[in-house]
């Protein structure tokens, strides 16, 4: 087992009803003036906003809101939050929504506690965050995990980036998990949050760490939780039981604790926020569209790890003879299965961008590189050739 360092200060309140101790949780974590964040409109749709608001009424907690969050967020939404939450002198951000919620909710926090720095800043390594403002959360779509994780994502359209930021500052001090509030997702969206959550995993599972035994385990039942139940809610968002444990599943894959021991490696992810930040693509679909190639790519760095992925994750028997390397092969090709079982895509055709020029492929690798800056991936470190030679591999 490696050197590691387990921090989560996230209190996690799970369970049909809990959004119910909404007020109290806001309380308990020193808020007394709420800014409400939530997305395009379906948290009002469905009335939980409303109940929300009452909750907090009834508590006699003021609070403001502010809605319009979109899929990969915005930086100019969350400024536009910063200023709200200035003004209203608000000392606890709640987020009711999925990552896109959360993510702003967390810039606009950041923002509240330093309004002299733009918070671009800090998603640009240009300034170190050093305090933040408490973030509270209502989960209602299962994917991205930043219910508990020490990372935020936000996408600049004026320079067509899209950044994430890790720091133990991002975890929100409580999360509220009520898997029935997950259950009116459009079959889209669920397949979308299920790639994700599993792809929060596999971008920890494959690392250079070899001695990891039972953090390995624990990831490896994650996923097959994940590819069991996955498909049950994507079929059925009304299956109760199918939901709570995907939704508990999505905060267990990215609060590290299927890393632990291990180095982060997220080249996918990497990848995946290119697509993103270009053609602003869903994210979960960017990702069912690189891994893939990805796997195949770097799969001779240990092929051992990607057979032993086949056997322990999708339970598949080492055929007479088969080597390693068919078996990794064969792990690949049932991932990629699953993906399309889920009706998500594997190609850029698929994803909707189109097979890309020449030119594009290459302003994806040099934004993937922060324009030769870096090489991504500690499993398999990819320079500018190498990304470049993975996007090529998805372009069809």
């Known amino acids: 087992m490696q050197s590691f360092q387990y921090y989560i200060k996230t209190n996690v309140v799970f369970g049909e009803g809990s959004v119910c101790r909404t007020a109290e949780l806001v309380k308990k974590h020193g808020g007394s003036r709420v800014l409400v964040v939530y997305g395009g409109g379906s948290a009002k749709r469905s009335g939980l906003l409303d109940r929300v608001f009452a909750l907090l009424d009834e508590a006699l907690l003021p609070y403001d809101s502010i809605g319009g969050v979109q899929p990969n967020p915005r930086v100019e939404l969350a400024r536009e939050g910063v200023k709200r939450a200035v003004e209203f002198r608000a ?156 939704m508990w599943a999505g905060s267990l894959s990215h609060n590290n604790l299927t890393g632990l021991g291990g180095v982060k490696d997220f080249s996918v992810h990497q990848f995946g926020h290119e697509l993103s930040g270009m053609f602003d693509a869903a994210h979960g679909a960017t990702l069912s569209v690189m891994w893939p190639q990805w796997a195949r790519y770097v799969v001779d760095t240990d092929p051992a790890r990607f057979a032993h992925y086949g056997e322990a994750v999708w339970r598949l028997t080492r055929k007479d003879g088969e080597s390693d390397r068919d078996l990794a092969l064969r792990a690949i090709d049932t991932t990629e299965e699953f993906f399309r079982s889920i009706d998500m895509p594997t190609t850029f055709t698929e994803l909707g961008i189109g097979v890309l020029s020449e030119e594009q492929l290459r302003e994806l690798a040099e934004r993937c590189t922060f324009f030769h800056t870096r090489v991504v991936g500690k499993f398999c470190p990819l320079d500018y050739d190498g990304i470049l030679a993975v996007y090529r591999m998805a372009n069809k």
């Open 91 to 246: 000392d606890l951000i709640l987020a009711v929504g999925g990552g896109s919620v959360i993510d702003t909710a967390k810039a606009i926090a950041h923002g509240a506690a330093n309004p002299e720095t733009d918070i671009w800043e800090f998603w640009k390594r240009r300034e170190v965050l050093t305090r933040s403002t408490p973030v509270g959360v209502i989960l209602t779509i299962p994917a991205s995990g930043s219910e508990t994780s020490d990372s935020a994502v936000l996408t600049n359209e004026q320079e067509c980036e899209k950044r994430g930021l890790n720091t133990d500052l991002n975890r929100p001090a409580f999360a509220i998990l009520d898997p029935k509030l997950a259950m009116t997702l459009p079959p889209r969206q669920v397949s979308c949050g299920v790639t994700d959550i599993l792809m929060h995993t596999l971008d920890r599972y494959f690392t250079p760490a070899d001695d990891n035994e039972l953090t390995d385990a624990l990831a490896e039942a994650l996923l097959r939780v994940v590819i069991r139940n996955g498909p049950k809610v994507v079929e059925n968002e009304n299956d109760l039981h199918a939901m709570s444990e995907i």
